[in-house]
């Protein structure tokens, strides 16, 4: 069955409202003064009417305010994740599915029409139409003072950028030589891709468009240049602009720095329930900023409604203990993350030694045979994590438990044999030494967020002192951990494994090829593909450079025969070279949720990408019994 279709057509649900539409009552007395029009004006021609009372959820009521805990104040940007309101975005099923949009046809999987909601708008009621993605292409992505390596590359193919067609006011067209496979997941992502702007807003600040940008930038009485005022304003994603329209559900009211920020409903939002009321159904959204060590005793206290950023499996007890005396519930949530915990050894490390000791594949089986996995899950998880690789998840249909299991079986004997055999002696104390006669001491570096890290390592310590190896944890903060990483000063780092642990054939395996320098594993080939060849390091290992080869033939495949094929065999170079060393996965995620609060599910997936943690779920359909 070929999975580029001659043509595809993705069309909202056929579901409409016939009758009135119900005002928030929060927004009654605005519209009663003439500050807004009624909702009937506010809604597009046709808003997507959003099913209810399936899966668990329910109709609801307007009212209330949603409280949150973040650790950072450019968490703002958890108003975007959580909206999730995108031009296609994915069902509980991971089924992608039009919402910003009306309707999208692809052609050969490489053109796409997207045809918009006629009438809808802005949060400040001005037309969102495609002269918001014409000025999106031609005047930011185009623009070289304001996007001086142009276009992103994920708009590129083979090198290729689209071409763009404005179709009519409500209609816009990109389209390629070759099939982009992964154009329509950008657009879904928790961090989306966002092929548009608000161009009335944003005019005001760009040189061609603004009399006043250019008489202050040729006559000296600018204070910054133009363009980094315009990118400053223009930060969809953060939702740090109170100023800046946006199309979420809730509008960002405050502006940084500070301690609390609260959002207001949207209410030009293009989503009602199906007996007309406008979504979303709480009036505010608002989080507040705690240090991260003290959110889960903030969540155990009652100061959240909803809340699973910065919550462990370890603070479980602690919350349900708390459940009665503080009006919520403790979810237990599965995770879509390849791995929970998993070990990166940095293969562009600076140490020659070292380097040549991480590339040997010997060396990396040798570790993970000498992590007693079974340990881990038992003193830290009870017994309720999976103890595996890090790769895809059971409720992939690309889950094979060879993937699970190579190389993952604790087993002493193995790991010694191995480094044996690489003629890595033990020492008077039995500590191996390293080829230059270094001891084998091992530093693994962490963001220094998570003392459960912190549990695994000790840990995995005592087993592999038993093989003869030292283990050192360092913690860090967390941008001076990734720049140690990127820079090849770190021998090795935690972090969590695989974002997407429930892919299909048509999902990219670009995780699994060097694309990214945040791949912790080889931080210097992932900069080279980022920056075509202009940064980092070429890849020089055959395995590395095969995976780089099948991610290129990936995005060229015709079906999803021949696409899960290709993932299948990177699947299977990563069981066997073990280039990251899961430990577990599978630890479900604690998540808190006020009593009276409605439609959360008892049951979900927490997953970063797809999934945006919440915004699957639509939180905009939660509400306050």
């Not at 307007?62 to 296609?88: E, K, M, W």
């Not at 090829?513 to 980092?536: I, M």
Request: proline share 7%; aromatic share 10%.
């Amino acid at each position: 069955m070929k999975s580029v279709l001659a043509a595809l057509v993705l069309c909202t649900p056929i579901l409409s409202w016939g009758g009135d539409f119900i005002e928030p009552p929060a927004l009654r007395d605005e519209v009663a003064a003439g500050k807004l029009p009624p909702l009937e004006r506010r809604l597009p021609q046709e808003p997507l009417v959003v099913p209810l009372g399936e899966a668990g959820t329910s109709l609801g009521h307007h009212g209330g305010t949603l409280h949150t805990l973040a650790g950072r104040s450019r968490d703002t940007r958890l108003f975007t994740i959580y909206g999730y309101a995108r031009l296609v975005g994915y069902d509980r099923n991971f089924n992608l599915v039009p919402d910003l949009l009306q309707s999208l046809e692809v052609k050969e999987g490489r053109i796409f029409t997207l045809r918009l909601r006629k009438g809808h708008r802005w949060s400040d009621g001005h037309p969102f139409t495609a002269e918001d993605f014409r000025y999106y292409w031609e005047d930011v992505a185009n623009n070289r003072e304001l996007s001086p390596s142009g276009p992103p590359r994920e708009l590129a193919v083979r090198g290729e950028a689209p071409k763009f067609e404005v179709l009519s006011e409500s209609a816009v067209r990109y389209s390629w030589t070759h099939p982009n496979p992964d154009f329509l997941p950008r657009l879904a992502g928790a961090s989306p891709l966002f092929i548009f702007r608000p161009a009335h807003y944003l005019k005001r600040y760009h040189r061609r468009y603004s009399e006043k940008v250019r008489k202050a930038q040729a006559d000296g009485s600018a204070k910054r240049k133009w363009s980094a005022v315009h990118n400053r304003l223009d930060n969809m994603y953060e939702s740090d602009n109170p100023e800046l329209p946006t199309l979420n559900p809730w509008v960002n009211t405050t502006k940084a720095p500070a301690d609390r920020f609260v959002a207001v409903r949207n209410p030009y939002f293009h989503r009602v329930d199906e007996r007309g009321r406008q979504l979303p159904y709480i009036d505010r959204f608002v989080i507040a900023i705690a240090d991260a060590k003290l959110i889960p005793a903030k969540a155990g206290a009652g100061e959240a409604d909803l809340q699973a950023r910065d919550l462990n499996f370890s603070n479980f007890t602690f919350l349900k203990q708390n459940e009665r005396l503080n009006g919520y519930r403790t979810l237990l949530w599965r995770p879509g993350r390849g791995a929970h915990f998993a070990l990166f050894p940095n293969l562009n490390v600076n140490d020659p030694v070292w380097r040549k000791v991480l590339r040997d594949v010997r060396f990396r089986r040798a570790l993970s045979l000498a992590i007693d996995r079974s340990l881990v899950n038992q003193v830290l998880y009870f017994g309720l994590a999976v103890e595996s690789n890090n790769t895809v998840l059971e409720a992939s249909p690309l889950y094979r438990i060879q993937y699970r299991d190579a190389w993952a079986r604790y087993d002493r004997k193995s790991a010694a044999r191995l480094l044996d055999e690489m003629g890595l002696e033990r020492g008077v104390d039995g500590t191996r030494k390293l080829p230059d006669g270094r001891p084998l001491e091992i530093i693994v570096e962490t963001a220094g967020e998570s003392t459960e890290q912190t549990d695994v390592l000790e840990l995995i310590r005592e087993t592999w002192r038993e093989v003869g190896i030292k283990l050192y944890s360092k913690p860090s903060q967390r941008e001076a951990f990734r720049m140690r990483v990127f820079s090849g000063e770190t021998l090795m780092s935690v972090w969590s494994g695989l974002d997407n642990g429930l892919p299909t054939a048509e999902t990219s395996p670009e995780e699994l090829a060097p694309t990214n320098q945040v791949q912790l594993q080889w931080p210097k080939f992932g900069q080279y593909y980022e920056t075509s060849g202009r940064a980092g390091q070429v890849p020089d290992i055959s395995e590395v450079q095969e995976l780089g080869d099948l991610y290129r033939a990936w995005r060229a495949a015709t079906s999803s025969e021949e696409r899960a094929d290709i993932w299948h065999r990177m699947l299977e170079i990563h069981a066997e070279q073990q280039f990251t060393i899961g430990v577990v996965t599978a630890v479900p995620q604690p998540v808190i949720a006020r009593e009276t609060l409605m439609n959360v599910p008892l049951q979900g997936f927490y997953n970063w990408d797809p999934g945006a943690f919440f915004g699957i779920y639509r939180p905009d359909t939660f509400w306050f019994r």
